[in-house]
């Protein structure tokens, strides 16, 4: 009997119209599909997703707790294995949406150690958020030989300064409740200058600003900031 296959798919960063036409021809083939919910919320990759899904599509959903508890998150992890399991042992293909693309950030890098040595495991990349911010803003992420870093905003401060000195262009992730540690870090490591806040790519409430414009205390979680040196913009 044929074993179904696991497809990790990125989903892109909010736009329907951004999956790529290997991912819609999944979606529209997919006997069943699984995703991750945070508790008390719908999951954007599903709603991401919703354009391409027959109304037969079996849906499998790991609900993660708001907590930082490993135990917790690795018992939604195990059940959405389960559920994962059984649809493939029936020989069923399964595609689990991620937002942007699954191997950067995304969950998918969890089920691969649990699942990538018994069965067939595919992945279909998608457009990011950096990317798609980087379109937004119209700003290049690199020039030339220019190094670039991609830095979550969650790294310690001292992490964070070393890293802003060794390269000359960076996008940082998870920006959220960091912002004024951030703009400090960026103003530290002479970077301010040009650099800019991008909320909600490619999604309706899309917003570009110039970093120096923003003086709320919190932004969105999943707003990143695109910055470099005045020298290698020259």
């Known amino acids: 009997m044929r074993r179904g296959r696991l497809i990790g798919l990125g989903v892109g960063p909010g736009d329907p119209e951004l999956i790529t036409v290997k991912g819609v021809k999944a979606l529209e083939s997919a006997h069943a599909i699984a995703f991750i919910a945070a ?4 999951s954007r990759s599903r709603e991401i997703a919703a354009p391409y899904l027959r109304s037969a599509t079996r849906e499998l959903i790991a609900v993660m707790p708001m907590t ?5 998150t690795g018992r939604a992890y195990s059940q959405l294995v389960t559920g994962i399991v059984s649809e493939l042992g029936q020989g069923h293909d399964v595609v689990f949406l991620c ?16 699942l990538g040595n018994l069965f067939e495991c595919v992945v279909i990349p998608g457009v990011t958020s950096i990317t798609a911010a980087a379109a937004a803003a119209q700003i290049p992420l690199g020039l030339q030989d220019e190094p670039i870093a991609l830095i979550p905003a969650t790294v310690g401060p001292k992490r964070l300064a070393a890293l802003l000195q060794q390269s000359d262009r960076v996008v940082v ?7 004024e540690r ?13 650099a800019v806040l991008v909320e909600n790519a490619t999604l309706q409430g899309q917003r570009v600003r110039p970093l120096s414009m923003v003086t709320e205390p919190q932004v969105p ?14």
């Open 39 to 42: 508790a008390g919320r719908a």
């Open 99 to 114: 937002e942007g693309d699954p191997l950067l950030y995304g969950s998918f890098a969890h089920l691969l150690p649990r």
């Open 68 to 72: 930082q508890d490993q135990e917790a």
């Open 221 to 234: 979680y999943f707003a990143l900031i695109l910055a470099g040196r005045a020298r290698a913009r020259e």
């Open 182 to 194: 951030v703009k400090e870090a960026l103003a530290a490591a002479r970077m301010s200058e040009g």
């Open 173 to 179: 992730m998870k920006v959220g409740r960091h912002i």
